[in-house]
């Protein structure tokens, strides 16, 4: 496959490669380090930019100064409430960090306390837990991307390869999105199966964090880029729609902020589940994109990093166009193929894949592909009827025809429903984002 060496902006700490940094860690098939990185730095990141206006006037209105007319996404997305105060998530980022307990439980065997610290996860909710082995590549470049007002903490003027050598595991854990509601993808009812779930994630590390410092040892968040940590613990593999693909959720989980620590752990591997031979002959996110964000080409080098890269900027000024109709689109995520229940017939295809022979794999992955365009559709546009919701509108029908629904349904709401019809907006209706070069 070519590799188009794609031009770099300069390094975005302007860092360059430092002395003492360990060699590149391998990521599995699907992404791999090839040059110097750059520590990534949060505050160019879309919702930091956003937040300065810097993504034009449009964008920063929807994200500051809209109210959602669904209530659902009003107490679970961010910033579209009418009162910040009814948004979960806003209260538990900015809860004040507690203290490391100066009574450490001593850890003689690192492999049992991955075990204890996987299960104390998994009984708080998290569907998907595992462990990286940190780098200094995977860490924020400076000031950490800190959501809880405190400026600054006794590790903060650390650099990535210090941090590294005294905290060298990562906690990954995640939420799965539920998989009936996501087929309403690009409506509501997709938006809450998002939002709702990443809430619950929010909780579950909040209260991670706490259990990691009550038994004696530091948890410290907003210092790592989640999709490399993810790759790293083998969470899952990178696909060609930029997320990160797991064996049993596939694109249906977060990436939220992961823990750094001290704590005493085993590291897990990078998997191969077949996603680096399925994104070279599916491409059917990019298909469904639409804002044409996703690439139907080759993977290119982006800061030393060889992946498919999305166009994040055009994929994100899509939203202040569709916030009468939905927030999240979430398309590439529903249509993979990998998205599916996690019942055994999907288990049964990923071992299959995942087991033969790389060379085979096309061959299989043709035959996968085709049983899943003839059973979920090359587009898929499923109805989804939930709480009254309706994802399937008719031309001149409100999306939410609960009886009571509480909404502030807006007089020309069923207009705009009637223009745009399902699954709004279509790809043709986005091709401006492109052809402007946005
Ligand atoms: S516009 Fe939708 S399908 Fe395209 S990259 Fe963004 S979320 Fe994915
Ligand atoms: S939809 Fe296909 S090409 Fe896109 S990430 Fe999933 S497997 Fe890869």
Redesign the pocket.
């Known amino acids: 496959m070519a590799v188009t060496l794609e031009k770099t902006t300069k390094p975005l700490n302007g860092n360059q490669p430092r002395a003492g940094v360990p060699p590149p860690p391998y990521l599995g098939r699907s992404v791999r380090i090839v040059g110097p990185v750059a520590n990534v730095d949060m505050n160019q990141s879309p919702h930091p930019k956003n937040q300065r206006g810097e993504l034009g006037k449009a964008l920063f209105n929807w994200y500051r100064n809209t109210i959602s007319r669904d209530p659902l996404t009003r107490v679970s997305a961010p910033n579209h409430f009418a009162d910040r105060r009814h948004f979960l998530t806003t209260v538990i980022n900015q809860a004040s960090k507690g203290k490391v307990n100066s009574k450490q439980v001593p850890v003689t065997d690192p492999a049992a306390m991955t075990r204890h610290i996987k299960a104390v996860a998994r009984y708080m909710g998290a569907d998907v837990v595992a462990i990286a082995k940190a780098h200094p590549s995977f860490l924020y470049a400076g000031s950490r991307y800190v959501q809880d007002g405190t400026a600054a903490d006794e590790h903060e003027h650390r650099s990535p390869e210090e941090l590294v050598q005294k905290f060298p595991y990562i906690i990954v854990t995640t939420t799965a999105w539920d998989y009936d509601k996501l087929q309403a993808?690009?409506h509501f009812i997709g938006d809450a199966a998002y939002h709702v779930s990443q809430m619950k994630g929010v909780l579950i590390l909040k209260a991670l964090e706490g259990y990691v410092k009550e038994l004696g040892y530091t948890a410290l968040r907003g210092v790592v880029t989640p999709q490399a940590a993810g790759v790293a613990s083998g969470v899952g593999e990178l696909g060609r729609?930029?997320?990160v693909i797991n064996k049993a959720f596939g694109a249906r989980i977060h990436m939220p902020d992961p823990i750094m620590t001290d704590l005493p752990l085993v590291p897990d591997e990078p998997v191969d589940i077949g996603v680096e031979d399925f994104c070279k002959i599916c491409r059917k996110?990019a298909v469904?994109?639409?804002?044409?964000?996703?690439t139907f080409g080759d993977k290119v080098v982006f800061n030393g990093i060889e992946k498919y890269k999305?166009?994040?900027l055009?994929?994100?000024k899509?939203r202040p166009y569709t916030h009468e109709h939905w927030v999240?689109?979430?398309?590439?995520?529903t249509?993979c193929p990998f998205t599916k229940p996690n019942v055994w017939w999907r288990s049964l295809a990923v071992w299959a894949l995942s087991t033969c022979p790389i060379p085979a794999r096309p061959a299989l992955v043709h035959a996968l592909k085709a049983i899943d365009d003839r059973f979920w559709g090359v587009v898929s546009q499923k109805r989804v009827r939930w709480l009254g919701y309706d994802s399937g509108i008719k031309p001149g029908e409100h999306a939410c025809t609960v009886a009571g629904c509480t909404a502030a349904h807006g007089p020309d709401s069923a207009k705009v429903a009637g223009d745009i019809g399902y699954y709004a907006p279509l790809k043709e209706n986005?091709n401006r984002f492109v052809k402007r070069g946005v």
Do not use: F, Q
């Open positions: 993808h690009r729609n930029g997320l996110c469904n994109c639409p804002t044409n964000s996703i999305i166009n994040w055009t994929c994100y899509l999240s689109c979430l398309s590439c995520a249509v986005t």
